[in-house]
């Protein structure tokens, strides 16, 4: 996990994330909904809350609202789901590659779509995308709440092999 922080917050960066797949929503996730699981993991609230932020401090999530002088409901940031990928989502380099050929060969433009043929999360497909586009091989935009591909470059095309 990301280097810079303690076992309690890499365990609380992992909750988060799976939390935001669980419900398909990496914007707004309860802390509360993870208290559960970290009690699993030998973990108290107060670690919980600490752990958030040294999370928000680390810009891995974003508070969006305060309760009891804790983060209740934050964001989930690409660099957290970054971070958790590329540690929990087996093959995920190739996953990515994945999502790429199906935008290019079998002309799936939807996020959703995308996440149906390749059977992953919906919020993990539309990170893909986002680092796609942030290599500036293709441009994505929000509709109804999920990505949806509306350029892709000649070199994607390219590399992919277009069918």
């Not at 970054?82 to 590659?97: D, F, G, K, R, S």
Request: proline share 2%.
């Amino acid at each position: 996990m990301a280097a810079q922080l303690d076992g309690a917050a890499s365990l609380v960066l992992k909750l988060c994330c799976e939390k935001a797949v669980d419900t398909d929503n990496m914007h707004m996730v309860d802390s509360h909904a993870i208290l559960d699981q970290a009690h699993t993991l030998d973990l108290t609230d107060k670690q919980v809350f600490a752990a958030l932020e040294l999370l928000f401090e680390h810009n891995y999530v974003t508070p969006l609202t305060l309760a009891q002088g804790h983060i209740r409901y934050f964001e989930v940031t690409f660099d957290c789901f970054e971070a958790y990928a590329t540690v929990h989502i087996l093959n995920y380099q190739e996953l990515i590659q994945r999502v790429a050929y199906e935008v290019v060969n079998d002309g799936l433009k939807e996020c959703k779509a995308i996440a149906t043929m390749l059977k992953q999360p919906p919020v993990t497909v539309e990170h893909c995308l986002t680092i796609l586009q942030n290599m500036g091989l293709l441009r994505i935009e929000t509709r109804d709440g999920w990505a949806v591909v509306i350029y892709v470059t000649p070199h994607l095309k390219r590399t992919m092999g277009e069918s």
